[in-house]
């Protein structure tokens, strides 16, 4: 389905993002995305949504070239970024203002129910709270109907209990929609959590360090052994990510999981 | 929906006697005025002072009441108004379309802006000679003056919000792959609109300035003439009442702009919303 070859991206001042990146996601699949910071996870996601263009290699979607947003591909950015003068409706609705009146309103309240937030229609932006606003973003990408859906660290300014009851809420829409999600975190649990893939990040150049599968069932138990085993593994690739390929780093300096971001 | 209607009653109870305490504090800015007033109208009515310099209230309403009862009162603000009205459009309209393209273009902010920068310096009624040359006497020159003087406020509010909307907002629209047309219409526009109003209402407000100045330079109708016939005839009940009557009208079009344009920005998050909320 989105498939990237070999995609790098280099900056006009000769700063090397992301390099010679090949990654797959099937329909349906959950592929959380991890790494230090700076190491070009949002380079790469701004890259599939869209928002800018590879240096060389290739971004496809079901065979066609993704160069430009498309209707296919929804992001959620790490703040809701709805627009404040649009009520909570009015900003689910951005996106499908083409359609008939009736369809819209049907996906608006539709959307609605399924975040939770039925009965806030009419409020306005600056009425909600952080992971309610967060909720409608996810709601915004969503009655577009896309394939693939991006999120980049979209939980990381919220509470570990509200980001837990946004995993709820994300698995529930991916369940019925079975869009493929890609998903960016500094989260390890949340990638646990969330994933059935999950793909270790490099710093200078931005590259793909290993991928760990989770093969745990669903819903899954964050106090389980199994659960534990797989963030084990996780964390120690972060830190052999992170020595690793950077000799000129002093020796005995190992950094430890627990600071790897 | 229960969560809104409780919310509702909570900030109505707890903000039942603090307003009413404001309210009748608002009334204290009146006792100067009305102390004043009184005290004119009886220093007067003694003798100790003149009235032919200090017109008491009573015959500032008499001179009002008989251009009203004339329709001259109307002829003359219909004449002042139309020409703060035509300059407005004319001065707001070139603010809203430069500073819009110089906020949006920068080639053409760095082609126009300096000069408009340049320009601004220079106080407005230092034009009224060379515009007097240029345009004649009658409303052509008079019209233009005004123009200019809403211009800059415009220019430069529209020019700082074009500035300084969120690019993330912007790739909102980009993700949802909006057209250039539609960017504007459905992001630009409304995300520059606040800004735009109160940059509309400060040119208004310059625009009765400068209808003022302008018609003092010469007109054979207007408030402005009143002002300037009132000094030559020696009648300061006349000159006040124009001056009360700039006041009215100046107070009455910015709150129409303002009430028009409300409902427009009840989404802003800010101090002017919770003063009224
Ligand atoms: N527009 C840009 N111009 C030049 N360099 C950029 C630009 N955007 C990002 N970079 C650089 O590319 C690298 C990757 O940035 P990116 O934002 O993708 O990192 P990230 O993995 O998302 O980091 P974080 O986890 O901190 O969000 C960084 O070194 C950054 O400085
Ligand atoms: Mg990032």
């Known amino acids: 389905m989105l498939k990237l070859d070999s995609?790098?991206?280099?900056?006009?001042?000769?700063?090397?993002?992301?390099?010679?990146?090949?990654?797959e996601l099937a329909q349906g699949e959950v592929v959380a995305m991890v790494g230090g910071s700076g190491c070009g996870k949002t380079t790469l996601l701004r890259l599939v949504a869209g928002l800018d263009a590879p240096s060389t290699g290739s971004i496809e979607l079901d065979g066609a070239d993704l160069?430009?947003?498309?209707?296919?591909?929804?992001?959620?950015?790490?703040?809701?970024?709805?627009?404040?003068?649009?009520?909570?409706?009015?900003?689910?609705?951005?996106?499908?203002?083409?359609?008939?009146?009736?369809?819209?309103e049907a996906r608006v309240s539709r959307a609605l129910l399924r975040i939770g937030l039925a009965g806030y229609e009419t409020r306005w932006p600056r009425e909600l709270s952080g992971g309610q606003a967060q909720r409608v973003a996810i709601a915004r990408a969503l009655v577009t109907q896309p394939k693939v859906l991006l999120l980049d660290e979209p939980f990381s300014a919220l509470d570990a209990f509200t980001r837990a009851s946004l995993h709820e809420h994300l698995l529930a829409l991916w369940e019925t929609d079975r869009v493929s999600l890609l998903i960016v975190t500094h989260d390890v649990d949340e990638a646990v959590t969330l994933a059935d893939r999950i793909v270790v990040m490099q710093p200078k150049p931005g590259r793909i360090f290993t991928e760990i599968g989770v093969d745990l069932p669903r819903p899954r138990n964050r106090r389980s052994d199994e659960f534990h085993a797989v963030s084990r593994r996780v964390l120690d690739a972060l830190d052999g990510s992170l020595t690793e390929g950077q000799s000129s780093a002093a020796p005995g300096k190992t950094e430890t999981a627990a600071f790897w971001w | 929906m229960s969560d809104t209607t409780l919310t509702h009653a909570r900030a109505e109870t707890a903000s039942g006697s603090p307003r009413r305490a404001f309210a009748w504090k608002g009334w204290i800015g009146l006792i100067l005025p009305v102390i004043l007033a009184i005290g004119l109208e009886w220093g007067v009515r003694a003798g100790w002072l003149e009235g032919r310099f200090t017109p008491p209230p009573s015959k500032i309403a008499g001179t009002l009441g008989e251009l009203f009862a004339s329709g001259e009162w109307f002829r003359h603000?219909?004449?002042?108004?139309?020409?703060?009205?035509?300059?407005?459009?004319?001065?707001?309209?070139?603010?809203?379309?430069?500073?819009?393209?110089?906020?949006?273009?920068?080639?053409?902010?760095?082609?126009?802006?300096?000069?408009?920068?340049?320009?601004?310096?220079?106080?407005?009624?230092?034009?009224?000679?060379?515009?007097?040359?240029?345009?004649?006497?009658?409303?052509t020159s008079k019209i233009t003056l005004i123009a200019v003087g809403v211009f800059f406020p415009?220019?430069?509010?529209?020019?700082?919000?074009?500035?300084?909307?969120?690019?993330?907002?912007?790739?909102?629209?980009?993700?949802?792959?909006l057209s250039k047309l539609e960017t504007g219409r459905r992001i630009l526009l409304p995300a520059t609109l606040p800004a735009l109003v109160t940059s509309l209402r400060a040119g208004l407000g310059l625009g009765w300035m400068f209808v003022v100045a302008a018609e003092i330079m010469g007109a054979s109708e207007g408030l402005g003439f009143l002002l300037v016939d009132g000094q030559q005839v020696g009648r300061s009940d006349l000159i006040v009442s124009a001056i009360l009557s700039f006041a009215f009208l100046g107070f009455l079009t910015d709150a129409l702009l303002a009430a028009a344009t409300r409902p427009y920005l009840r989404w802003r998050d800010d101090l002017s919303t919770a003063e009224k909320a």
């Open chain 1, 7 to 23: 995609v790098s991206r280099i900056f006009p001042g000769g700063q090397e993002a992301l390099r010679n990146i090949v990654l």
């Open chain 1, 67 to 104: 160069h430009e947003p498309s209707a296919d591909v929804g992001i959620i950015f790490q703040e809701p970024r709805l627009l404040p003068w649009l009520s909570v409706a009015d900003n689910i609705a951005f996106g499908i203002a083409h359609l008939a009146r009736e369809e819209r």
């Open chain 2, 77 to 139: 603000a219909l004449a002042t108004g139309w020409r703060v009205a035509i300059g407005f459009v004319f001065g707001a309209g070139a603010g809203i379309v430069l500073g819009t393209l110089s906020g949006a273009v920068p080639m053409i902010r760095r082609l126009i802006d300096p000069t408009i920068q340049a320009l601004r310096a220079v106080p407005s009624i230092a034009w009224v000679p060379l515009f007097i040359l240029w345009f004649g006497i009658f409303e």
């Open chain 2, 154 to 177: 415009v220019y430069l509010g529209v020019l700082g919000a074009v500035l300084s909307i969120d690019r993330k907002v912007i790739e909102v629209g980009r993700v949802f792959r």
